[in-house]
């Protein structure tokens, strides 16, 4: 491996606990680990030394909760606007013809336009598995492998269909023994726990309305066990709030909690429709957040009590979530939504901007359980996304950088993970943009078209 200086940064934003930005500061790092922040001696010797002093370096992005898959539907049944339930009703044929290319495609297509936007680390939740399906996550990690981005891939599951009472059509859920046995082969082949990991496993039954209790139960059993974290879907929509109330009794909090899911290894995506003896329940338990604005706004599922839950010490990272209910694949616009979700329903000073990108990156990194990545800082990886502070979309924000790249409409020049460029100049270092791009278009036509002739039968 080798050494790395980023000299002389117009602002390095460290998001440490201090919050400190440096100005004119420098990042070295050794074998992909930020040895130094800050003054570097000039005898001080680099393989290689950049010059940044045009650049306002953050700490790569985290995403939180994502279904990558998706961004093979994107568009698709958003020009009306259907609520959650609809939607999902909607688009679960489709992607029950999901194949193995289709899989490895979306994944490349989705990282890729993350690493664009500044993200170092993604967290995907796939949970449909049609018939064929046994490589799927085996492909997810080929796939994110290439793009050179930190991957949580999550084994998602249903196994409540519409026969049982759930909402997904039967064909696209498994049963239990199938899904718990696949859970363990991955988190046994593809799982790192170690520092600077760039795959690890989670696993993820979809939501109370698609997955049984008996599942959730066995599933936490599972992760507690093989020592991975646990992710879901909750409190997203009232619709669920009322599902969970009559089919189960209780309220979805409740029943996260009769399941042995209210605990420190569980990350929940959404949280949109909750009591206060739920927040106050998450603080204690130290169950994280994955806060999904534009994805709630887009499906008209409401804005979640972000001011409330910071305030009751709970841990909120942010995720783009699926490219279906967004539709892209853009972290840094994220860090914006929030800022404009919170100020929405709480008022101007509910969000600061810092604070937004303090959920995007230590807010993520605790969603995932990493305490290695988030921050820059001496023994942290070398996660970074520059900005180029003379671009034009940044020109007149030098009074506050901070504020200015993360409200202009600012793409990063370069982002490192672990030291390793995956963005140049704007553009991916390892894959063809247009190749990824046509190889997309194709998966994309081939599962509508399937879809249409299933339909037509
Ligand atoms: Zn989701």
Redesign the pocket.
Known sequence: MSSLLLANLRLVVTMDDEGRELSGASIANQDGWITRVGEVSPSDRFDETIDCSRFVAIPGLINA???LYQTLTRGFSQSVGLGLFDWLTLLYPIWAGLDEEMVYASTQTGLAELALSGCTTSAD?LYVFPPGSDAFLDAQAEAAGAVGLRFHATRGSMDLGQRDGGLPPDSITQPREVILKDSERVVQRYHDPGPGSMLRIGLAPCSPFSATPELMLETAGLAREMEVRLHT?LA?TLDEDEYSRRELGVGPVDFLDRVSWLESDVWL??CVHLQPSDIQMFGERRVSVAH?PT?NMLLGSGLAPVRDLLNGNVSVGL?V??SA?NDGNDLIREVKQAVLSARARDGAGAMPVRQALRLATRGGAACLGRDDVGCIAAGKAADLALFDADSLVMAGTDEDLVAGLILSAARPDSVYVHGRPVVRNGHLVRLDEEALAARQRAASRLLLERWREGASL
């Open positions: 909760h994502h279904h939740h879907h997203e995506a959404h999904c994805s995720g979530d699926g209910s």
